[in-house]
């Protein structure tokens, strides 16, 4: 294949993806799909960085494998893994530490937030390590491009730091994969706390988790925050609440938000919500039915699970032996 290849992780996290990483990251691997070979990966070594307990764990990977295909992940096109299904991830990881300066890890600021939010004694090496595992998660696969948020950038810069080292100490072993910054990619923002992302790591009251119940649901979105104004107007600086709400709805809907501020010129904040709210509930529903599904049929949904881990493991050994070849292993 010639298509450019990209590989992608989601933390499980949580049971249910929320609306954020659905429009945020979700709806964007789905489209990649027909131009890019693509990895998709349930990053599960990376969640034991942070206390977690195995049978839920287990659980939370699964489901979250089941919400990528219920997303539209087609199995087929693209390679699905589990990370710790594949051996090499924590071989190549190791490498990665050991090309890596101590100053250099220290200074990664999503370590600095997170030593510091857990506090010194709880955080563990892992969290250190992590941006070592992440590169080693895309070098294996030969990623030309890695879709990243803004969080996610300092990590990928060290990722393209330790692949030209290693290429210029040992030989061409890595391509050096690029940020690909994909246009237009919704950011979505509690109901309650307009000003703070929707996320799994840090909910807030107003996350709209895809799994909930969808009445449950449409009420969260029937009682989001807006402002004391009365216009329908995109302004995510003055209308951090109304912006998000109309975000989610040109998302939903595949209407421009310019459209949608005319649909709603002389309604009010409480159309918006309701129209959001069935929007929602309307896309949400067989969405869950698919989850449903796919985690009900444990067989099914473990055979697709060994297929990507097969797929990805000829990949990723390859990779893994040039290089324990160059380091003289
Ligand atoms: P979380 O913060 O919910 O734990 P992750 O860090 O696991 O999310 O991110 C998974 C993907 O979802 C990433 O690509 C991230 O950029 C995207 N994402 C997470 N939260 C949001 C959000 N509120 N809006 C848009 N995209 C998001
Ligand atoms: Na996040």
Same mark, same amino acid.
């Given at each position: 294949t010639t298509r450019p290849r990209i590989f992608s992780g989601m933390q499980p996290t949580a049971d249910s993806l929320h609306l954020g990483n659905y429009l945020g990251a979700l709806t964007s691997? =789905? *489209? %990649?799909?027909d131009t890019h070979d693509a990895f998709y990966c349930v990053v599960d070594m990376h969640s034991i960085t942070v206390e977690f307990e195995p049978e839920v764990l287990r659980r939370r990977s699964r489901a979250t494998a089941a919400q990528f295909l219920a997303g539209g992940v087609d199995p087929e096109r693209s390679t699905l893994l589990l990370q710790s299904h594949v051996a090499a991830h924590a071989e190549l990881s190791w490498v990665m530490t050991c090309l890596t300066g101590f100053g250099e890890a220290s200074r990664m600021t999503q370590f600095k937030d997170k030593s510091q939010r857990i506090g010194a004694d709880r955080t563990g090496a892992g969290i250190f390590a992590y941006p070592m595992l992440?590169? *080693?998660d895309i070098l294996l696969y030969q990623t030309d491009l890695v879709p990243v948020g803004e969080?996610?950038?300092?990590?990928? #810069?060290?990722?393209?730091?330790l692949a030209q080292r290693f290429n210029s100490r040992f030989g061409q072993t890595f391509v050096v994969p690029e940020p690909y910054i994909v246009k237009q990619t919704a950011k979505i923002y509690d109901l309650q706390q307009p000003d /703070?992302?929707?996320? /799994?790591? %840090?909910? $807030?009251? $107003?996350?709209l988790y895809l799994l909930d119940d969808p009445k449950a649901n449409a009420k969260k979105i029937r009682?989001?925050?807006?402002?004391?104004?009365? #216009? =329908?107007?995109? @302004?995510?600086? #003055? /209308?951090?609440?109304?912006s998000n709400l109309l975000t989610m709805l040109s998302a939903l809907s595949g209407r421009e938000v310019a459209a949608l501020e005319e649909d709603y010129t002389g309604k009010g904040?409480? @159309?918006?919500k309701k129209d959001l709210a069935d929007v929602f509930v309307e896309f949400v529903t067989p969405f869950r039915e698919r989850v449903q599904a796919l985690v009900g049929d444990t067989e099914g949904l473990d055979a697709i699970l060994a297929r990507g881990a097969e797929?990805?493991? *000829? =990949?990723?050994? #390859?990779? %893994?032996? *040039?290089?324990? @070849?160059?380091?003289?292993f």
């Open positions: 691997w =789905v *489209a %990649l799909q992440m590169a *080693a969080d996610q950038r300092q990590h990928l #810069e060290l990722t393209r730091n /703070k992302q929707m996320s /799994k790591s %840090l909910p $807030g009251p $107003g996350c009682s989001a925050v807006t402002d004391t104004g009365r #216009e =329908v107007r995109f @302004d995510p600086a #003055e /209308k951090p609440g109304v904040y409480g @159309d918006l797929r990805a493991r *000829a =990949v990723a050994g #390859e990779t %893994l032996a *040039a290089t324990y @070849d160059r380091v003289g």
